[in-house]
């Protein structure tokens, strides 16, 4: 099974299910690192998630320990 893209497109369904809160409200997102066995939950505001998506190019959704800066 492909991760790649999986996790990307769940994260955006949280997204898309938060998006009546406020975007300084935290949710958990899920680590998209390459790694097959990784369900770590990133802790994230949706601006901050937003960043992310906006970013050029997108910059991945990471737990700290596995590459977020
Ligand atoms: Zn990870």
């Not at 990307?8 to 975007?23: E, F, Q, T």
């Not at 066995?37 to 997108?58: G, I």
């Amino acid at each position: 099974m492909e991760k790649d893209g999986v996790f990307v497109h769940v994260n955006d369904s949280i997204r898309k299910l938060a998006s009546a809160g406020p975007v300084t409200q935290t949710w958990e997102f899920i680590c998209e690192c390459p790694e097959l066995t990784c369900h770590t939950l990133v802790t994230l505001t949706l601006s901050e998630f937003d960043d992310l998506r906006a970013a050029s190019p997108p910059v991945p959704v990471l737990a700290t320990e596995h590459g977020a800066r």
